[in-house]
């Protein structure tokens, strides 16, 4: 009994260390699973709670390693190494629970505003501490208070309480010392690794669920961040996520998915010419990126009708009812919409460091064929890297805050949008007097969170109630703006002769329980001044066919690496894509196949419509044998989309 006593007093602080780590992620698991209960059938509890239980001891025994290795070094160490290692081992216990305590309190804002545990977006946010900050402060102060008071109040707890290390009884010769040091490290490696298998412990190993809210929820906070790290670290190949197939059958596929006929280029395998179906004079090109604006609230998409003037330019101009994003940030619709890239499990390419030069986009082949090029964007553009990525890839103007003459009203992501867009008209008759073909892409931001907009002649009601009136707000405001502007520019000498695209990048939010809620990525895009204005085209489209139709009605016949269609002609499929997480869908007319980690298959049927979705019955799989082959063609799209960045073939030249 003497002999245990001695050891816990040795080494006390590192099973309170481990102890500590349980209790918070066990209690705020209970906790959100507790707030999601209605998404959680209570006959999956067991396998949150011991998926969990497997989780917590991984992560809490990765983070007690190293404070073994401190700990025990103070045993062998000198008087005065034992003391500051005694420090070193304090001061690391402290600032970690403290950390998951504060990645914890974070967590339920973060699955209110993302439907998912933080994972990659919160340390893509975190890298901009400027506009994250101020986005806080903005409209978010109370969370930031709650997450800052209950980690500091940990900190305080643990300053005052936290058992300090005793080794100066430990004796480094004694058999009893060197067998627990040799144990403790053994017990926690197994545990580190959660899996006596040749692989360590992993989410597909615990995940039970086809909805990613409860799947995340098997998970901590601190694991699903440290994760993400890691996976970002080394990015994701979709063929370690879904499976794979032969390189040539995927191009295959792809070739004709995209049902191009000339592919004369092997080192390239999707570059190919798309004739034109505008064959007179060359038109100026300008793209209107709407921050997070979701079909859910346009008026002529059967949504709550807040945007009035979306809502008047879908009867002037083409207007599509059934265009689905293909992600759920910014970037990703950067993405589509300027490089008509498939979306993939990675990063967008906006971020990753292979695609930085000698990537394709609208801008590089409109740039090799005499045209200005430009970006416009109220808030600083070194965000999300797009500055670094645009200027690499055919872009040769940028325009972003600092280029904002007096603007009226500057929010936490920077000008606002009726400023923006006095600047962008500014620009656009600059360019127009160049007598030069031009293309500007313009990107909105009022629409962002905290939704921080000056005031301006609402059109909501005045008893207007929703479940986020701020956002509502936010919403409308964006639209007034933007009707403001294009009632301005059809007074401008540019007009005549530009084709204009107003298109979201993403919805506001994605929810829902299915593996990927399709009906979150329902978005409008309207284009305008084209031979198909006044039509409102009800096909299923995705935001990788937007590109492809934009060369086609300004007349360009380059030859490019995408692989969306053109809308100016008909086909016999109509299919949308996208990513949501580790997710990725695949709809062909009402067919729905969605690849998940571990080679795992979700088949079922999208009412695009009505925007129902369901799953099919697994013993109806085997009589359906058309969902079994769209299994393949939706492979092969994300299989080329890691492919063709790794191998850079999407280019419109060989290295």
Not at 239 to 244: K, M
Not at 409 to 414: E, I, K
């Amino acid at each position: 009994m003497r002999v245990f006593s001695q050891y816990f007093n040795q080494f006390k602080s590192i099973i309170t260390f481990f102890s500590l780590l349980l209790i918070i992620f066990t209690l705020s698991r209970l906790g959100l699973a507790a707030w999601q209960i209605e998404r959680l059938p209570l006959n999956k509890v067991g396998h949150l709670l011991l998926g969990g239980i497997r989780i917590d001891l991984s992560t809490a025994a990765y983070l007690t390693l190293p404070l073994c290795i401190v700990t025990y070094s103070a045993i062998w160490g000198s008087t005065k190494c034992k003391a500051w290692l005694k420090t070193l081992s304090r001061a690391y216990s402290i600032s970690i629970i403290s950390l998951a305590v504060l990645v914890e309190a974070a967590t339920p804002a973060f699955i209110n505003q993302y439907d998912v545990r933080p994972n990659r977006l919160f340390i893509e946010y975190i890298t901009y501490p400027q506009e994250v900050f101020s986005m806080l402060l903005s409209g978010h102060l109370f969370t930031l208070i709650i997450t800052l008071f209950s980690a500091a109040a940990t900190f305080y707890c643990l300053l005052r309480f936290y058992p300090k290390t005793n080794n100066a009884s430990a004796d480094a010769s004694g058999v009893v010392t060197n067998v627990a040091i040799l144990l403790s490290v053994l017990i926690l490696f197994i545990a580190a690794r959660g899996t006596f298998s040749h692989r360590p412990l992993n989410p597909a190993l615990v995940y039970f669920s086809n909805d990613t809210l409860i799947n995340s929820l098997v998970l901590n906070s601190t694991y699903s961040v440290a994760f993400a790290a890691k996976n970002m670290a080394n990015e994701k190949s979709a063929a370690s996520l879904y499976g794979n197939l032969d390189k040539q059958q995927i191009i295959n596929l792809i070739r004709a998915a995209s049902f191009r006929n000339q592919f004369d280029n092997d080192a390239l395998p999707t570059l190919a010419i798309n004739p034109a179906y505008n064959t007179d004079k060359r038109k100026n090109l300008v793209i209107i990126l709407e921050e997070s604006l979701g079909a859910r609230f346009v008026g002529k998409l059967n949504g709550v009708g807040i945007t009035p003037e979306l809502d008047k330019l879908y009867e002037q101009g083409w207007g599509f009812t059934q265009l689905y994003a293909t992600g759920t940030r910014s970037v990703r619709g950067i993405e589509a919409v300027i490089t008509g890239f498939l979306p993939s499990p990675s990063r967008s390419v906006v971020k990753l460091s292979k695609s930085q030069q000698q990537f394709f986009t609208l801008a590089d082949v409109l740039a090799a064929e005499g045209y200005n090029t430009q970006f416009i964007y109220g808030g600083e553009s070194h965000f999300d890297n797009m500055k670094s990525f645009f200027l690499g890839n055919g872009f040769t103007d940028i325009v972003d805050f600092k280029d904002i003459e007096n603007p009226s009203y500057v929010a936490s992501w920077g000008a606002s949008d009726e400023d923006l867009f006095n600047q962008a008209d500014k620009e656009l008759v600059a360019l127009q007097q160049q007598k030069h073909p031009f293309f500007s892409l313009i990107f909105s931001s009022s629409n962002h969170d905290p939704f921080d907009i000056p005031s301006y002649p609402s059109s909501l009601a005045k008893d207007y109630s929703s479940d986020n009136v701020k956002r509502d707000k936010a919403i409308n405001y964006a639209d007034y703006a933007l009707g403001k502007f294009i009632a301005k520019a059809k007074t401008q000498p540019y007009w005549q002769d530009t084709v204009f695209l107003i298109v979201a990048d993403h919805d506001v939010r994605v929810y829902g329980s299915e593996p990927v809620p399709i009906k979150s990525f329902h978005i409008p895009a309207v284009i305008l001044n084209s031979d198909f204005d006044h039509r409102l085209d009800q096909r299923l489209v995705s935001q990788i066919d937007l590109p492809v139709t934009l060369l086609s009605l300004i007349g360009s016949s380059a030859a490019t690496p995408m692989t969306g269609l053109d809308l100016t002609k008909q086909y016999p499929i109509q299919r949308a894509m996208m990513q949501y997480y580790d997710n990725f869908a695949y709809i062909e007319n009402e067919q729905v196949v969605i690849l998940m980690p571990g080679g795992k298959v979700s088949y079922g049927y999208y009412d695009a419509k009505h925007k129902v979705q369901r799953e099919q019955d697994q013993s109806e799989l085997g009589k359906n044998a058309d969902l079994i082959k769209l299994k393949d063609k939706a492979l092969a799209h994300v299989l080329f989309s890691s492919m063709a960045y790794q191998q850079q073939l999407f280019r419109r030249s060989v290295l």
